[in-house]
T-cell receptor
Framework: EPEVTQTPSHQVTQMGQEVILRCVPISNHLYFYWYRQILGQKVEFLVSFYNNEISEKSEIFDDQFSVERPDGSNFTLKIRSTKLEDSAMYFC???????????FGEGSRLTVL | GQQLNQSPQSMFIQEGEDVSMNCTSSSIFNTWLWYKQDPGEGPVLLIALYKAGELTSNGRLTAQFGITRKDSFLNISASIPSDVGIYFCAGSEKLVFGKGTKLTVNP
């Protein structure tokens, strides 16, 4: 069964460092998303991406964040200068249509020290 | 921004019991969805609802989209140990998530 894959599964970084989280969405999906989940809290929307551009973003997705689809398969989230409060689980998701029926990856745990 | 109130926060039940959880919102949603998250994994879609009043089942799961479009409930009948996890309601196409209901099923 097709699935969304994410790498790395866990990354530890020093505050102020740049981090890139990678995702391979399901191949025939057109919409791509990033969410984050701080430990023990709810899943929060960061950004949605369609047709090679951001279609919607939340207040959390400030200038420190960027997304890119560098080739036909990868979808990346970059955090330019990490802060302690960026520590969270980051989930990539994809969907065929913009309906909310998202398929999530298993997440990348980011720990900022 | 849009917010969802999900209740209860947690439930402890015996295997075989039925479970009910719900979500309410102060604003209208065009879509209500229910996801389940197992520890260390991403959310998995259980049921999607698109029409006010819609009642949809998926095996032992039943969910309804409230008539006012501001609420939804999820029922699980005859719970089993593998139902353990966190259940999230979510609304709208970009998914505004509730805070989750943590379900524990005692065998």
């Amino acid at each position: 069964e097709p699935e969304v894959t994410q790498t790395p599964s866990h990354q530890v970084t020093q505050m102020g460092q740049e981090v890139i989280l990678r995702c391979v969405p399901i191949s025939n999906h057109l919409y791509f998303y990033w969410y984050r989940q701080i430990l023990g809290q709810k899943v929060e929307f960061l950004v949605s991406f369609y047709n090679n551009e951001i279609s919607e973003k939340s207040e959390i997705f400030d200038d420190q964040f960027s997304v890119e689809r560098p080739d036909g398969s990868n979808f990346t989230l970059k955090i330019r200068s990490t802060k302690l409060e960026d520590s969270a689980m980051y989930f990539c998701a994809s969907s065929v249509l913009y309906t909310g029926e998202l398929f999530f990856g298993e997440g990348s745990r980011l720990t900022v020290l | 921004g849009q917010q969802l109130n999900q209740s209860p926060q947690s439930m402890f039940i015996q295997e075989g019991e039925d479970v009910s959880m719900n979500c309410t919102s102060s604003s209208i949603f065009n879509t209500w969805l229910w996801y389940k998250q197992d520890p260390g994994e991403g959310p998995v879609l259980l049921i999607a609802l698109y029409k006010a009043g819609e009642l949809t089942s998926n095996g032992r799961l039943t969910a309804q989209f409230g008539i006012t479009r501001k609420d939804s409930f999820l029922n699980i009948s005859a719970s089993i140990p593998s139902d353990v996890g966190i259940y999230f309601c979510a609304g709208s196409e970009k998914l505004v998530f509730g805070k989750g209901t943590k379900l524990t099923v005692n065998p």
